[in-house]
């Protein structure tokens, strides 16, 4: 009986209910534990993680020293650095200090595997590398900021896509430690548009206001640690 009863479910595939298709299609809030519970799958160190990462490394850097566009979208593609970034926001945050130490122990490691793979790559390649990243700390620092505030607000709701926020994410961390690798082989150009301190200090600005970006945006959201400390502390009490 439509008229009396309503059956939705977060992704309809069919509907059957009296209300209209703006009330039924409304993006559902999403709730603090279900973004904890998502954040914390994206950060576990797995076979899968790593082999993920070291191929995407592999594409990309590969995609680098060709100056191939396909290969390094397709790289990028592989490595899911956006959700690290965000862990460690919401981990402060909400003072899940674990899953704040499991997002920079995957982002660190996330790292590594990004430069290992270029250096392979570039072992078995040769000069030049065709792909040079540049930009200044400014437009970084607010792209960066865009991406931040974004990405959080599309895990608290239904509202469009996450992939290519992803992408746009890991374009800014991952091609700097791809580049170093790379550099570290083919030797760092006097030439070149930016210098290695440069990059570094490029990378950790990219972190560190992505970071940031997403505390404050969790904290504006109204996103509680009480209740994911409350949701787990029940959880032990019944196991």
């Not at 279900?34 to 790593?50: A, G, K, N, P, R």
């Not at 979208?73 to 909400?94: H, N």
């Not at 607000?153 to 994410?169: N, P, S």
């Amino acid at each position: 009986e439509p008229g009396t009863y309503s059956i939705t479910i977060r992704q309809p595939l069919s509907i059957v209910s009296k209300e209209s298709p703006l009330e039924v299609t409304r993006p559902v809030v999403v709730p603090t534990v279900d973004i904890l519970e998502d954040l914390w799958q994206f950060s576990h160190l797995t076979f899968s993680f790593v082999v993920r990462f070291f191929i995407g490394a592999l594409l990309l850097s590969y995609g680098m020293i060709q100056s191939n566009l396909l290969l390094i979208i397709a790289g990028l593609l592989f490595m899911p650095f956006l959700p690290l970034l965000l862990a460690v926001g919401f981990g402060l945050w909400t003072r899940e200090w674990r899953l704040a130490g499991q997002g920079i122990l995957a982002l660190l490691v996330a790292t590594g595997l990004t430069a290992t793979g270029s250096i392979v790559v570039a072992l078995m390649t040769g000069p030049p590398m065709r792909f040079e990243p540049s930009s200044s700390l400014s437009a970084t620092f607010l792209i960066s900021l865009a991406i931040g505030v974004a990405a959080s607000l599309a895990t608290a709701d239904d509202v469009g896509r996450r992939e290519m926020i992803g992408l746009a994410a890991t374009s800014q961390v991952a091609l700097i430690p791809a580049w170093l690798g790379i550099s570290s082989v083919f030797g760092f150009s006097p030439l070149a548009v930016t210098s290695p301190v440069e990059s570094l200090a490029t990378f950790f600005l990219v972190i560190g206001t992505v970071v940031g970006a997403a505390l404050i945006t969790y904290a504006l959201l109204g996103m509680r640690g009480a209740a994911v400390r409350h949701f787990i502390s029940r959880a032990i009490r019944k196991n």
